[in-house]
């Protein structure tokens, strides 16, 4: 059984034919069900020019998700701190945390999560986009909530009102920044595989207690896609791994179904591509999950596992988290 608190990585997919407001109704579903079976948090994620994710703007979203359920916790996984001056995110996540106190966490990233031409139309400057600017923003960010160096400007709602602050990261650069100043930190095991030990390595190596932790806290997003048998979970996950080849390639859709990505004419380079994306992820029935999630968990030391599902349909979303919750940990409303 998997004995950490699971959480939900969201992505608002948009599938082929359908509306960005039905990805959105859907992901307010999503949000709805995976409390009431216990998961512990349930975030979404910023990006920009991406045909197949509606979640652009997680302010707006958490704000609608929060107000739709009561107890779990709501998140940005995360706000990419480059497409946005510091004041504005503290501004908009104060008044979340206002609203919903002790419910709001505030994932910050450091890449834009888009290409540079979209990122540039974000910030409308070039200043603040380069990697070198992310800890003098982040500690602008932190100041307008704790006011701890006064200045001529105060964020309202902000200052005072600061939620749960976590570093999001690919690589190893936020990894050791999360560590020296004693942050949580979360990494995109998702996408990034290859990086997720060397930087988790990073985070404890550099650690330093603070007012936030007293000993390093670590979670790790992880692709699941869980169904009744293995043949049907990786039938389940072709869309989600032909939108990234898509994606990768510069031709960005909306997620295909499950029958357009089994008939994709993929080459042999492409089938490479989109297997190595499922290395270490979790794709299969319960028992081949439990398994994935449980070698995961004891390779990475993790605290905290959060999945992320990307199918074309939500009912086989909403019913690969029933299964987790159910059949791989034992069913969590006890540890909700």
């Known amino acids: 059984m998997i004995d950490v608190p699971l959480s939900v990585l969201d992505l608002a997919p948009v599938a082929a034919g359908a509306s960005a407001g039905e990805a959105l109704r859907h992901t307010t579903e999503l949000a709805r069900r995976t409390e009431e079976l216990g998961y512990h948090r349930f975030w979404v994620a910023e990006h920009h020019n991406m ?72 910030r409308r400057t070039m200043e603040g986009l380069s990697a070198e600017g992310f800890p003098r923003e982040l500690a602008d960010l932190m100041n307008y909530f704790s006011g701890e160096r006064p200045g001529p400007i105060t964020a309202t709602p902000g200052r005072g009102l600061q939620p749960a602050i976590w570093l999001l990261g690919s690589s190893g650069f936020s990894a050791q920044l999360a560590g020296l100043l004693g942050l949580p930190f979360s990494f995109a095991h998702h996408f990034s595989a290859q990086n997720t030990l060397p930087a988790l390595t990073l985070y404890r190596q550099h650690f330093r207690p603070s007012r936030w932790l007293d000993e390093p806290y670590a979670m790790v997003a992880v692709n699941v896609v869980c169904a009744e048998t293995d043949e049907r979970a990786r039938w389940l996950a072709g869309p989600s791994g032909l939108s990234f080849l898509r994606l990768r390639s510069g031709r960005p859709e909306p997620l295909a179904t499950p029958e357009e990505a089994a008939a994709y004419p993929y080459t042999e380079v492409e089938r490479e591509f989109v297997a190595a994306r499922w290395e270490g992820q979790a794709i299969g029935s319960p028992e081949t999950v439990r398994r994935q999630l449980a070698d995961l968990r004891e390779r990475t030391g993790a605290d905290e596992l959060m999945l992320t599902t990307m199918v074309y349909d939500v009912a086989d979303r909403v019913r690969s988290f029933e299964l987790v919750a159910e059949e791989v940990a034992g069913g969590l409303r006890r540890d909700a």
């Open 51 to 122: 045909p197949a994710i509606a979640s652009s703007a997680p302010a707006v979203l958490i704000a609608h998700l929060a107000a739709a359920t009561s107890t779990i916790r709501l998140g940005s996984g995360g706000v990419m701190l480059p497409n946005h001056a510091p004041l504005v995110v503290a501004e908009q996540f104060g008044t979340l945390e206002a609203l919903h106190p002790g419910r709001i966490d505030l994932g910050i990233g450091r890449a834009p999560g888009t290409d540079q031409v979209t990122a540039l139309a974000l």
